[in-house]
């Protein structure tokens, strides 16, 4: 990760107070590095790092944090405000302060998700706006989408407006808005055709509903695995339609999400929601600071930090770190302390929400009040042992593991676990301590 390679770089580069030309310049091409992999388009990453460059030059280095840790942190703010941290709430919010029915428009390539978006923002208008629901499909071409649309819109709770392949787009839109006005719909979706790759039919007759419609919000549906494909497809929407906004698709797969910086940048437009996964709960409001640190590859460490400074005991942690400064080993006692912190956190599905991809994915699986089960559970399994097999786990082998599960009331493997939990954890501190453990020890207590 990104985090990672910089932090290589960092080592060389201790105890210099301010960011210049010449002490970010490897840091700079890894930057570049990272936002290529993550399939920024190329205009895109020069323009984010020539931003990243200007602020950074001069940029002090605060408290304890090193030079590589201060450009990570102008990389990530940059990043997180070109994306549209930058934008206000306003901004960034459905536009529906207009006449009802406020019409919204959903336009985008075959595929990319509308008529699933459909279905999640007509979920996310009925359940948390409190709004009456309309949709509708003006997609002709496949019986199939139309139906599809019916079959979201009766799973979101809102209403669905008939149509049918024989009938002109134009006609079904505006048979849907009479029906929408008649029956005092507060919105109106509709849902559009869409090709597998842009032609000028497909957007003469999706400019021509838009011009019909005058919608409140007319946006664009797009795939984040695109990656820098992302660039053409939303240069010719944003050609031929008035884009208030951006909906990004499938982030639930593995893509980095260039595909958000490329699409901001092409079309100004902000990026509204999200969406995640073919079930209609996964639709969320953009957050631009997630994202960025998806693109970098590493989690909100500057968040993470705050939020573990606020429920970690500061005692113990200064306790931890004059230990291992001293040489001692990190042993199950010390894992226990540790255990116990977390355990008196309530807040550890929000951490993980700061994290890389891959853990967030986990954050929204959490159950805080689980978490502290199981916490629990594995403090009773440390319980468990003597002392001496606690400042030795080494110690522990089959007999005595036996004597552990049958003690804490829970089956071997769960023992094994916690050993191998155990044991990554001791790596992770041994390669902690080299490279400052107590000195990160000292700044969370302040
Ligand atoms: P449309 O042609 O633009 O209307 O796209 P659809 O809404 O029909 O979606 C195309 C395919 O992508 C379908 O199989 C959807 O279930 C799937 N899909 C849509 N949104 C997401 C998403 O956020 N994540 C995942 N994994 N699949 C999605
Ligand atoms: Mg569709």
Known sequence: SLSQRLSKIVKTMRGQARLTEENTRDMLREVRMALLEADVALPVVREVLARIKEKAMGEEVVGNLNPGQALVGVVQRELTAVIGGDLTEEERSLNLRVQPPAVILLAGLQGAGKTTSAGKLAKYLVETMKKKVLTVSADVYRPAAIDQLKTVTEQAGADWFPSTPNEKPLDIAAGAIDHARRRFYDVLIVDTAGRLAIDEAMMREVAELNTFLKPAETLFVIDAMLGQD????????????????IILTKTDGDSRGGAALSVRHVTGKPIKFVGSGEKLTGFDAFDPEAMASRILGMGDIVGLVKDVTKSINIAEAEKLATKLKAGDRFDLNDFRAQLAQMGAMDNFSSILEKLPAQFQEMAGKVNDKEV????????????S???????KPE??????????????GVPVQEVNRLLKQFEQTQEMMKRMKKGGLSRMMRALGG
Do not use: C, W, Y
């Open 230 to 245: 992302a660039v053409n497809t939303a240069k010719a929407f944003h050609e031929r339609l008035p884009l208030t906004g």
């Open 372 to 383: 502290q089960k199981q916490v629990r559970r594995t403090m009773g399994i440390i319980d």
């Open 385 to 391: 042992m003597t002392p001496l097999e606690r400042r």
């Open 395 to 408: 110690l522990i082998k089959a007999s005595r593991k036996k004597r552990i599960a049958l003690g804490a």
